[in-house]
Antibody, heavy 119, light 106 residues
């Protein structure tokens, strides 16, 4: 079964950029559409978008589409989320997630990456 | 965007209680409704997909029902490990929005 491992916590200043990785193991990486979901402290989960690991096609939520970029490296079985022009409101735990069972019902999650944006 | 609203936002219950959580969508999502359990500091775990299908490995005390705009998650007999926050999510269209969560406390 596929397993997702994310990169470690980051502390960034406002206006900076962050890149979070999500490495897949246990199954063929290119089978999956990888979604990114974030959760600000004490807040609900927020879906950010997806990347098709095979074709590299993407879809972004309107809220972040001007600042976010999803890429993947098929040779490394890794997906990346880049978020630029960071604001304090971007402080959150960022998750990558996959639906292996039924569409966009996410049954496999990374462990999460805390990104803190603070001056 | 489809708005997802859960009720209640929190509840207190005891081991053995029957617990019901409601999720309402701002428009029909047919049965494209999923439920997750999240414990502090952990990623969410999928419990129910397609409104009423139990994800493999999830205890049978969890069940889901509903269609259209109104959905319910029921825990038939609350166990100590069930104290957590529960989220609904619509996968009818993007953005795949989540409810605000229901915290189940002792």
């Amino acid at each position: 079964q596929v397993h997702l491992v994310q990169s470690g916590a980051e502390v960034k200043k406002p206006g900076a950029s962050v890149k979070v990785s999500c490495k897949a193991s246990g199954d063929r990486f290119t089978k999956y559409v990888i979604h990114w979901v974030r959760q600000a402290p004490g807040q609900r989960l927020e879906w950010m978008g997806w990347i098709n690991a095979d074709y590299g096609t993407t879809e972004y939520s309107q809220k972040v589409q001007d600042r976010v970029n999803f890429i993947r490296d098929t040779s490394a079985n890794t997906a990346y989320m880049e978020l630029s022009s960071l604001k304090s409101e971007d402080t959150a735990v960022y998750y990558c997630a996959i639906g292996t069972w039924y569409g966009s019902a996410f049954d496999i999650w990374g462990q999460g990456t805390l990104v803190i944006v603070s001056s | 965007d489809i708005q997802m609203t859960q009720s209640p936002s929190s509840l207190s219950a005891s081991v053995g209680d029957r617990v019901t959580i409601t999720c309402r969508s701002s428009q029909s999502i047919i049965s494209y409704l999923n439920w997750y359990q999240q414990k502090p500091g952990k990623a969410p775990n999928l419990l129910i997909y397609a409104a009423s299908s139990l994800h493999p490995g999830v205890p049978s005390r969890f069940s889901g029902s509903g269609s259209g705009t109104d959905f319910t998650l029921t825990i038939s007999s609350l166990q100590p490990e069930d104290f957590a926050t529960y989220y609904c999510q619509q996968s009818y269209n993007t953005p795949h929005t989540f409810g605000q969560g229901t915290k189940v406390e002792i």
